[in-house]
């Protein structure tokens, strides 16, 4: 059949050709793998810059509540010295106001809220008498009958 020294040529070559096509296919896919790497890398660091950035959102919000609160209890230290100062210092009838203030009376009768502390609906629109148009009617102000000394005064202002 097939002699010895063929037999062995046919198996160095066989295994030369797969050697090489084994190179190839290890150097071929190698580079894939390396761009597989660096984009996990770009990834990491991605994440990483995006819990930063929360973390800073966070701690924005956090330090701007704790400013909102110093704040409102500023104001409320400001508005209770100007009040006993005003007691002290002013007539009756301004440390009545005050007081009215800092009892909520006041703010009840400036913001239109009711005895529930519910806030009114504007009564603008209503009527005053009964046949007329209230003030935000589409009808208020317009006569239905407009003189002729009327129309000449809106083509005049046109022209």
């Keep these: ?24 296919l290890m150097f071929a896919l190698r580079p894939q793998e390396k761009i ?3 984009l996990e890398a770009q990834l990491l660091e991605s994440e990483a810059k995006l819990r930063d950035y929360q973390h800073e ?8 509540s704790q400013l909102i609160n110093n704040l409102t209890r ?3 230290d400001v508005h ?6 005003a007691l002290k210092l002013g007539n009756a009838d301004i440390s009545r ?14 913001a239109n809220l009711d005895a529930d502390g519910n806030y009114k609906a504007p009564t603008d629109w ?9 003030i935000l009617s589409e009808e208020f102000g317009l006569n239905d009958d407009a003189s002729a000394e009327d129309e000449e005064l809106i083509l005049n202002s046109r022209a």
């Design 1 to 24: 059949m097939f002699s010895l020294s063929t037999l062995i040529l046919t198996v160095l070559t066989c295994l030369i050709c797969g050697g090489v096509v084994g190179a190839f």
């Design 36 to 38: 597989n790497r660096e």
């Design 57 to 64: 959102v966070t701690q924005h919000f956090v330090d701007t």
């Design 74 to 76: 500023s104001y409320r």
């Design 80 to 85: 209770e010295h100007l009040a006993s100062s």
């Design 97 to 110: 106001q005050i007081a009215q203030a800092a009892d909520g009376k006041l703010l009840e009768q400036s």
């Design 126 to 134: 209503a009527p005053k008498k009964p046949g007329k148009h209230g």
